[in-house]
């Protein structure tokens, strides 16, 4: 973390309206990863964000180091997530990638079959544990580099590769007579 982050952070902390609007607009989107990877559901998520930044700002003063800001917001999305996701029955994964779906495949039996995979797909990343899933959510869904993701969910390089390395072999592992199929 650089000073100028640190700087941000401190000032967020002391209650600087302009510093913790700058945080939110550099981590809204971590952490809707965050919560979209425990919730599986795009509004419950932007919720979840919401109410994350809503008890930041009122609770900042808790924060004593501000370079575990980070962590220590994305701790509250990933709780409040958990707090949703209990509150209500774990539904099967809706069609979220199925928008994601080029509409000009032509061939109603390949849309079927890109279908199946999606859908396998989607059902093999909900099935890992929530800590995997949010990893993995991070990552290569959002892209985000190893450090970022470390400092967000306050791993350490190893941990995070071995989460990943976990997950992805989970995933390879439900996946692979989909995959096989497609040859």
Known sequence: MDSIDREIYQAAIKGDRDAFEMIIRASSRTLFAIAYGVLQDRAEAEDVVQDAFVKAWKSRWRVREPEKFPAWLATIARHRARDVARSR???PLGGELDHALDPSIANQHEQERASDVNGRV???LAALPEAHRVAVTLRYID?????TIERTLGLTNGALRGILGRALQTMRRRLQPALASLD
Do not use: C, I
């Open 143 to 147: 892209a985000l580099d190893y450090a």
């Open 122 to 124: 989607h059902a093999a």
């Open 89 to 91: 029955r774990t539904a």
